[in-house]
């Protein structure tokens, strides 16, 4: 029951922090927003019993990628940034609005097929014990599949910056 | 069905974690500027109570009465908000760090610590992270060139020095095969080779070394106290910062090499683990049991952690008045170039030990 009434509360305030981040004319209040609204959704997967999950949005999320965000807003000059919203054309919002009911669709074909049977839990379910066993034993491939595409990426950057060291 | 008496007990025990970090926290302050004076052969403050004693009530006085300055240009709203966020995660983390076994009192078993969480030491990571919110955004709201160097400076400080961190702490779970602190404290105390208790410095020295380095960059304390570089930045992401915006600081640096104290003892140095002690007494091989009541052994447990603390705080205070400061492209390079590889390298080792039945 409680934690009925805070999953809606913080469903909430995550729209309105991810929408804030999104209309902010202050890139700082934009990436602080985000900030928030990545602490919610850890606050979401607490509630929904998915401890390791929260802790590793926090960590990646929050800890790595708003700092390297907030890194690179400050060396913007100071002085041009604006305090009130950013105004959208129309034709972006109405395509935001398209994606938003595609979404939408979508959600509603997935919650047949993904319908979780009446009474079924798992033992440990979103711990940090279960998501390792299951990753290592069942799920090998993928992960490290999913590694290699990291590395790739880590790769390019590098890449990057070497040509323009050139230039 | 909720068990009130043992929700009340752990209120009860936060509510004292809480006054005794803050408490400590006040005399850190007292202890670094004794300490300091005592190695550059002066007297220190003493004038205040008995040995100086009452020094830290008489700085908190002047910081509540002190004038608060906001700069014209500042962003008011983030300059205010930045000091709160410094000091709340600095004090939440302590939450799940275990400062003795278990208690049993009157049939109730008590784990002495605020929250035995699954995730453990993940939390921690996931707390001390925003920690560095407060400093960054501080820096830039203050509209002042020598803040927005030391928030920036800390920004690129903490990403590289939590990687190698974490790969040392990975070390320590592949060894003890948990996440909770407190089992990492627990299966310290079982013993190798029937004699020497297993705990982390011997097991993961390497580790120990790059954690150790790590911490002391987490915590912008010298030598990599670059954020807060008098001798370039003035006083760095805290320059504008007065009265109690600035305390707030302070108190946040200081918790945060409490929790950071607490970590090193927990992680490496057995936490609350007295060698052989277990809960009914000393049990020493080829030798005998020495029975314990078991309230005593939990308090010598306590007793133990605090002392391992104390140590490492007065550890960190040591190097801070005995080394200089890093430059901030050799700090870079002493994490990017030197404490990720060998992070790596000591989880390779680690495999072939654990591979080996060594470990």
Do not use: C
């Amino acid at each position: 029951m409680i934690s009925n009434v805070l999953l809606y509360i913080t469903a909430v305030l995550l729209v309105i922090t991810y929408l804030y981040a999104v209309i902010a004319g202050n890139p700082v209040y934009s990436a602080l927003s985000m900030g928030a609204a990545f602490f919610l959704t850890s606050f979401l997967f607490v509630l929904l019993g998915a401890p390791f999950l929260a802790a590793v949005q926090v960590i990646i999320y929050v800890g790595a990628m708003l700092v390297m965000f907030l890194f690179i807003i400050m060396m913007f000059d100071l002085n041009k940034t604006s305090t009130g919203t950013v105004r959208y054309k129309p034709s972006t919002i109405f395509s935001y609005f398209l994606i938003m009911v595609v979404l939408l669709i979508a959600f509603f074909m997935a919650k047949g097929v993904l319908k979780m049977p009446e009474g079924f839990t798992i033992v440990g379910f979103g711990s940090a014990e279960n998501i390792g066993f299951n990753l290592m034993r069942y799920y090998l491939l993928p992960f490290e599949l999913a590694s290699f595409i990291l590395l790739v990426g880590v790769f390019g950057a590098i890449t990057f910056i070497k040509k323009r060291d050139k230039e | 069905m909720v068990d009130y008496i043992t929700v009340a007990i752990y209120t009860v025990m936060s509510v004292v974690v809480f006054v005794l970090i803050l408490t400590t926290v006040a005399f850190l302050t007292l202890a670094e500027r004794r300490i300091s004076a005592f190695m550059q052969d002066r007297l220190g403050p003493n004038r205040v109570g008995p040995w100086g004693l009452f020094q830290p009530v008489a700085d908190g006085i002047k910081f509540i009465m002190k004038e608060d300055i906001t700069p014209l240009e500042a962003n008011k709203l983030l300059y205010t908000l930045a000091p709160i966020l410094t000091i709340i995660p600095a004090m939440l983390t302590f939450a799940v760090v275990p400062f003795g076994h278990d208690l049993f009192l009157h049939g109730r078993v008590i784990n002495l610590q605020i929250a035995n969480l699954n995730v453990g030491i993940l939390y921690v990571f996931a707390i001390a992270s925003m920690g560095i919110f407060g400093i960054i955004i501080g820096g830039w709201a203050s509209n002042n060139k020598y803040s927005l160097l030391g928030g920036l400076r800390s920004a690129s400080q903490f990403i590289s020095y939590e990687i190698s961190m974490g790969l040392a702490v990975i070390g320590i779970l592949m060894v003890y095969g948990s996440l909770k602190l407190n089992d990492i404290a627990l299966y310290q105390g079982s013993l190798w080779f029937n004699t020497i208790p297993k705990w982390g410095i011997l097991v993961q020295p390497l580790g120990f070394i790059i954690f150790l380095v790590s911490v002391f960059a987490e915590t912008n304390r010298v030598p990599f106290d670059l954020p807060e570089a008098e001798s370039e930045l003035v006083g760095g992401y805290h320059t504008e910062y007065s009265s109690m915006k600035f305390a707030f600081f302070f108190m946040g640096e200081y918790a945060n090499m409490i929790t950071a104290s607490a970590l090193i003892a927990t992680l490496y140095f057995g936490g609350w683990q007295v060698p052989y002690l277990h809960n009914i007494g000393f049990i020493i091989p080829k030798f005998g049991i020495v029975h314990m009541q078991q309230w005593l052994v939990a308090i010598i447990e306590v007793l133990s952690f605090v002392i391992k603390v104390g140590f490492f705080l007065f550890f960190f205070l040591w190097v801070r008045w005995t080394l200089p400061r890093f430059r901030f492209d050799q700090l870079t390079a002493l994490g990017w170039k030197v404490l990720i590889p060998l992070g790596i390298l000591n989880i390779v080792i680690t495999g072939a030990l654990i591979m080996l039945r060594i470990i």
